[in-house]
Structures are given as C-alpha cells and as structure tokens.
C-alpha cells in the first residue's frame, strides 16, 4: 500500500514559483470561506413589509407589542 505524503511534504518538493502559487491559492480558499460565512449571516429582510395590512389599526408601537404576543401565540400553540 502507497504511503499518503502529507500536504506540507508535497508543498517542500515543489519548486519556490509553485509553491508562492499553492500559498496564493491557499490565501484565496480562506477569503472565499470568509465571504461565504459572512454571506450566510446577512439578514434577507424578507419580512419588510409583512404587517403593512395593518398600518392603519394600530400605532408602530402597539404593532409591536401585537407582534410580540402573536410570536408567543405561536410558540405556545405549537407545545
């Protein structure tokens, strides 16, 4: 059975162009992962505008506090 070389085995073998360019690569893989994290983390504000129907019935304040008790509604309804 062939012996596995581990990464930094390979990266010592290979020539200093190549290796400033498996660095390079390297450099490039973890600012992508950081991107795509800090993607997921962005909020989608999908819900902007979901209560518009009832502007008219209450105050941004007392919409809330209906918010607020429908939430926990919701959550003591699904228990």
């Known amino acids: 059975m062939q012996e ?42 999908s819900w902007v505008g979901g209560l518009s129907e009832f502007k008219d019935k209450y105050t941004s304040v007392e919409l809330q506090h209906k918010a607020l008790e429908w939430m926990t509604e919701d959550v003591f309804d699904r228990h």
């Not at 290979?14 to 973890?30: G, I, T, W």
């Open 4 to 45: 596995t070389k581990k990464l930094e085995d390979i990266i010592k073998e290979l020539p200093e162009d190549l290796r400033k360019e498996v660095e390079d690569f390297a450099l490039f893989l973890l600012e992508k992962r950081k991107r795509e994290e800090t993607e997921k983390k962005k909020p989608t504000l």
